[in-house]
């Protein structure tokens, strides 16, 4: 039985090894010119410069003369990586008594051509004379990839009487030459990642025996730019193991190996290419130009364009602000920096929204609804001198589109605010504010939706408009007389309660006087009415500066950090 498993197992090692050559490309001990049998050829090199080609005798041309051209390729080897790369050419032939020799000359570009003359023997060709003779010869040497013309002429030279093809020979992609061309032989690289400590684990294997080995990250793009962390495997080491660390997992990041020797084939494997959401960061804004950009860290082909983001979720795409970026970078002029302004960025057929302003920190202006007096008002706020579209919108039949019908242009001054007298249009049903920033060239609408209203005095919400600081002075001015006279009169009646009391108890204290003395009136000082009334006034009077400088206008909202908002100012 066990003889049995070992005839099977040298059985399928033996199969697979043929199969291996059947896939493989042809070896050769040695180059070599063959002829058919019974004709005797012989090869040496030919001449680089052939003479005047001669008028052909009756006949003869290209057609009657070559057939069944071939081309192909073949390897000659010395060792396991030591092989070297030819081109086969075979022919069949007819022999006329005026064809002495065939010439094979092959041209590359860049380089000059060589040909081989491949003779007949008179005796030889004499007896074949009008046959069909098979000739080969696989001399060229060629390289990997290589486009080669090749051109086959009898000899003597007749004109018209040739044949002319082009070959491309294989590339290193090939595993037959990637394991035993020097030339092609990159190794092969293995990995694994180690995402915690952004590393990567690369085990190299098939590298040229006799070479060390050379590491490196880089980013991919025309050539692989190096990104620092390199390293050297020794030939000696038993090992080829080696660690990399990275800072991002960008999908041009990859790992290149090569052979330290000069012109090295290299290889690339890039461990991330399919991390495209890796690139939709560093968007930078620069608020004093009101530029938002952002530069690919790797070339890809992608549509960048800004949106608005709802309460739903969804990104609305402004209207022509749609870019498209290859490897150079992008800018949007004049941008308000508002949170629900985002970046879309779109490859093939998957979508990233990046919002570079939700935390707030840049927003430069606010709108709403405040409560002032007792009744609502919407005010307007802005960090910078700016001009807006403030108005109302009704929303049908359930639909998020917003129908504007009344419009505004308010112009706000840095660290103003402005009242916008709208509040009776916002109660009516379905109706909502909407504003947007106008001397910018990309900005987003805002659209607010209050679900209650206070019905305001018909002498307050005379009709809409707007309400400029004017009318917050007149309000403050309207509170200042409030807090004089709510105090004055709460004083004034405190005042005549105490001098009522003090009254009643002197008049009880003087009948028991007058009881205890027989009657006597002492001359001792009373307490002065008049006194107590002054002494609670005074302080009255007293607190009113301080009601006085109370600010009647709400504090404007805080927009985050200051610092930023100072970016933004004039």
């Given at each position: 039985m066990i003889l049995l498993v070992a005839l099977l197992m040298s059985l399928c090692g033996v199969l697979n090894e043929a199969a291996v050559q059947s896939?493989?490309?042809e070896r050769i001990e040695k180059c070599d010119t063959r002829c058919s049998q019974g004709l005797q050829c012989k090869s040496k090199p030919h001449y680089w410069f052939p003479p005047p080609c001669q008028s052909p005798p009756e006949g003869l041309n290209s057609s009657s003369v070559f057939?069944?051209?071939?081309?192909?390729?073949?390897?000659?080897?010395?060792?396991?990586?030591?092989?070297?790369?030819?081109?086969?050419?075979?022919?069949?032939?007819?022999?006329?008594?005026?064809?002495?020799?065939?010439?094979?000359?092959?041209?590359?570009?860049?380089?000059?051509?060589?040909?081989?003359?491949?003779?007949?023997?008179?005796?030889?060709?004499?007896?074949?004379?009008?046959?069909?003779?098979?000739?080969e010869n696989d001399c060229f040497d060629i390289s990997p990839g290589q486009e080669v013309q090749v051109t086959l002429k009898?000899?003597?030279?007749?004109?018209?009487?040739?044949?002319?093809?082009?070959?491309?020979?294989?590339?290193?992609?090939?595993?037959?030459?990637?394991?035993?061309?020097?030339?092609?032989?990159?190794?092969?690289?293995?990995?694994?990642?180690?995402?915690?400590?952004?590393?990567?684990?690369?085990?190299?294997?098939?590298?040229?025996?006799?070479?060390?080995?050379?590491?490196?990250?880089?980013?991919?793009?025309?050539?692989?730019?190096?990104?620092?962390?390199?390293?050297?495997?020794?030939?000696?080491?038993?090992?080829?193991?080696?660690?990399?660390?990275?800072?991002?997992?960008?999908?041009?990041?990859?790992?290149e190996g090569w052979s330290a020797m000069m012109d090295a084939p290299r290889v690339q494997v890039c461990p991330f290419k399919d991390r495209l959401e890796e690139l939709w960061f560093g968007v930078t804004f620069d608020p004093m130009e009101e530029t938002l950009s952002w530069e690919p860290a790797c070339p890809v082909a992608a549509v960048?364009?800004?949106?608005?983001?709802?309460?739903?979720?969804?990104?609305?795409?402004?209207?022509?602000?749609?870019?498209?970026?290859?490897?150079?970078?992008?800018?949007?002029?004049?941008?308000?920096?508002?949170?629900?302004?985002?970046?879309?960025?779109?490859?093939?057929?998957?979508?990233?929204?990046?919002?570079?302003?939700a935390d707030g920190g840049f927003q430069a202006w606010e709108v709403g609804v405040t409560k002032r007096e007792g009744h609502q008002e919407v005010v307007m706020l802005s960090r910078i001198s700016s001009t807006f579209s403030v108005g109302v919108c009704v929303k049908s039949g359930g639909s998020v589109v917003c129908e504007p019908t009344d419009t505004h242009t308010v112009y706000v001054e840095k660290y103003k605010s402005v009242g916008l007298n709208l509040t009776r249009e916002l109660c009516?049903?379905?109706?909502?504010?909407?504003?947007?920033?106008?001397?910018?060239?990309?900005?987003?609408?805002?659209?607010?939706?209050?679900?209650?209203?206070?019905?305001?005095?018909?002498?307050?919400?005379?009709?809409?408009?707007?309400?400029?600081?004017r009318v917050e002075e007149a309000s403050a001015a309207d509170w200042e007389v409030t807090c004089v006279i709510v105090p004055a009169a709460a004083c004034l009646s405190a005042v005549i309660i105490v001098t009522l009391a003090l009254h009643f108890m002197l008049t009880v204290y003087q009948r028991r006087k007058r009881k205890g003395l027989g009657g006597h009136h002492t001359s001792e000082k009373q307490t002065d009415p008049a006194r107590v009334t002054v002494d609670c006034v005074v302080p009255a009077l007293q607190t009113f500066p301080a009601l006085h400088r109370q600010n009647s206008i709400p504090d404007p909202p805080q927009y985050g950090n200051y610092e930023k908002a100072n970016l933004l100012s004039d």
């Open positions: 896939t493989g490309m057939h069944n051209v071939s081309l192909s390729p073949v390897m000659r080897c010395e060792g396991r990586q030591k092989c070297s790369l030819h081109l086969r050419v075979s022919v069949v032939l007819r022999l006329a008594e005026s064809i002495h020799s065939l010439s094979i000359c092959t041209v590359t570009a860049g380089m000059m051509g060589g040909c081989r003359l491949l003779s007949f023997p008179r005796a030889s060709r004499q007896r074949l004379v009008g046959q069909q003779v098979e000739v009898t000899v003597p030279s007749y004109c018209s009487v040739a044949w002319t093809s082009t070959y491309r020979a294989p590339e290193c992609s090939n595993g037959d030459l990637r394991s035993h061309i020097p030339e092609c032989i990159t190794g092969r690289l293995w990995y694994d990642m180690n995402p915690e400590r952004k590393e990567l684990a690369v085990r190299v294997s098939d590298m040229l025996e006799d070479k060390d080995y050379h590491l490196r990250l880089c980013h991919k793009d025309f050539i692989c730019i190096g990104t620092g962390a390199k390293t050297l495997i020794k030939k000696e080491e038993p090992v080829k193991n080696a660690t990399l660390r990275y800072s991002r997992p960008l999908p041009c990041l990859c790992i960048i364009v800004l949106c608005q983001k709802g309460e739903d979720g969804v990104c609305v795409d402004l209207p022509h602000a749609s870019q498209t970026v290859g490897r150079g970078k992008i800018t949007f002029a004049k941008v308000d920096p508002h949170p629900q302004l985002c970046m879309k960025f779109t490859a093939g057929s998957q979508s990233w929204t990046r919002c570079p302003f009516k049903p379905n109706s909502c504010l909407q504003a947007k920033r106008l001397d910018v060239e990309y900005a987003v609408t805002i659209i607010h939706c209050h679900q209650q209203c206070e019905v305001e005095d018909d002498a307050r919400t005379s009709g809409p408009g707007i309400v400029t600081n």
